[in-house]
C-alpha cells in the first residue's frame, strides 16, 4: 500500500527528530523496520536520505532569511544615523560594522554531509548500503 503525502512527510519529521536526538543510524533503522515503514534496510536508508535532504534544504532556506534579516537591520541603523555621522567615530564604527557582518554572512555556507555507508555482513557476504 502506497502512503500518502501527508504520512509520508509526518515520517520525515520523526527521522528529523531522531537524527537531531542523536540516535545512531542502525537505531534508526531498527525502529523505522520495526514501525513498519519499510520493509527493507535499503528502503530505509531511503527514508533517511529524504529526510536528511529536506533538512539541509530547510537550513539552507532559513540561513538566507538570516542573512535578509541582518543586512535590512544594519541599513536601519545606517539610516537612523544623522547625515554628518560617518565622519564620527561612531558613524564610521556602525559602517565598518555593517561591511564586517555582510562579509562574514556572505561567507557562510552549508555544506552537505558525506552519505553515510552501511556495511552488513551476513555469512561472510558483505553489503554495502548507500
Not at 519499510?38 to 533538512?55: G, Q, V
Request: charged content about 30%; hydrophobic content about 30%.
Amino acid at each position: 500500500m502506497k502512503t500518502t503525502k501527508i504520512e509520508y512527510q509526518k515520517r520525515l519529521n520523526t527521522l528529523q527528530q531522531w537524527l537531531v536526538e542523536g540516535a545512531s543510524t542502525s537505531e534508526i533503522h531498527t525502529r523505522i523496520i520495526d514501525n513498519g515503514w519499510a520493509t527493507s534496510i535499503r528502503h530505509a536508508c531511503r527514508l533517511i536520505a529524504a529526510a536528511r535532504k529536506k533538512w539541509e534544504a530547510g537550513e539552507q532556506k532559513y540561513m538566507r532569511g538570516m542573512h535578509k534579516v541582518a543586512a535590512q537591520h544594519r541599513r536601519q541603523t545606517i539610516k537612523e544615523t544623522s547625515s554628518g555621522a560617518e565622519n564620527k567615530p561612531l558613524g564610521t564604527r556602525i559602517i565598518l560594522d555593517y561591511k564586517k557582518d555582510s562579509n562574514k554572512l556572505s561567507a557562510i555556507t552549508i555544506y552537505k554531509k558525506p552519505s553515510t555507508k552501511i556495511e552488513i555482513i551476513i555469512n561472510r557476504t558483505k553489503t554495502t548500503f548507500n
